[in-house]
T-cell receptor, first 112, second 112 residues
Framework: QKEVEQNSGPLSVPEGAIASLNCTYS??????FFWYRQYSGKSPELIMS????GDKEDGRFTAQLNKASQYVSLLIRDSQPSDSATYLC????????????FGDGTTLTVKP | EPEVTQTPSHQVTQMGQEVILRCVPI?????FYWYRQILGQKVEFLVS????????KSEIFDDQFSVERPDGSNFTLKIRSTKLEDSAMYFC??????????FGEGSRLTVL
């Protein structure tokens, strides 16, 4: 079983639609959860972090965390062509210096 | 906005040669990391560094790899004798301990 597993892509949505990205993780002691956006050939860019159960909204992005189900998701509302990228889910343990473990990523294409 | 800077952006080397990748983390950050991403694959943790010593390292980070913070600002990754399979994008990241990692733009290493 992979430590961090993301829904297989690629995912294609029309402009203006909601894109839904999912991630599950295996380590129950994980404390911190992140979504990064990575454009081709570029570095990961942090777009959302979430630490407690429930929803966290930031502009068009909403992250949802359910620790009991070991599940974290990202919703992108009003998707734009500029949102087309690979989205990486990352999970981190309880220590400040602890590593973040990344999923394989889900590639999103938003079609105009 | 503070950022993590990495040099060189691209390095080509012959197999067996030593390579040093350099990073300047965000100035008030205390935790430093190296990750790598082989083309088309996921972001993989290599090593974390805090208080002038390695906090955690992955099985990838074998005796051929070393890290150093020689002068209080630079954070370096050395690969002593490069192999073809070391070809990848290497990302430096830093954190103030508040959980979020910020990545540099990466150094692409090509081993011939």
């Amino acid at each position: 079983q992979k430590e961090v597993e993301q829904n297989s892509g690629p995912l294609s949505v029309p402009e203006g639609a909601i894109a839904s990205l999912n991630c599950t993780y295996s380590d129950r002691v994980s404390q911190s959860f992140f979504w990064y956006r990575q454009y081709s050939g570029k570095s990961p860019e942090l777009i959302m972090s979430i630490y407690s159960n429930g929803d966290k909204e930031d502009g068009r992005f909403t992250a949802q965390l359910n620790k009991a189900s070991q599940y974290v998701s990202l919703l992108i509302r009003d998707s734009q062509p500029s949102d087309s990228a690979t989205y990486l889910c990352a999970v981190r343990g309880y220590t400040n210096a602890g590593k973040s473990t990344f999923g394989d990523g889900t590639t999103l294409t938003v079609k105009p | 906005e503070p950022e993590v800077t990495q040099t060189p952006s691209h390095q080509v080397t012959q197999m067996g040669q030593e390579v040093i990748l350099r990073c300047v983390p965000i100035s008030n950050h205390l935790y430093f990391y190296w990750y790598r991403q082989i083309l088309g694959q996921k972001v993989e943790f290599l090593v974390s560094f805090y208080n002038n010593e390695i906090s955690e390292k992955s099985e990838i980070f074998d005796d051929q790899f070393s890290v150093e913070r020689p002068d209080g600002s630079n954070f370096t990754l050395k690969i002593r004798s490069t192999k073809l399979e070391d070809s990848a994008m290497y990302f430096c990241a830093s954190s103030d301990g508040a959980r979020e990692l910020f990545f540099g733009e990466g150094s692409r290493l090509t081993v011939l």
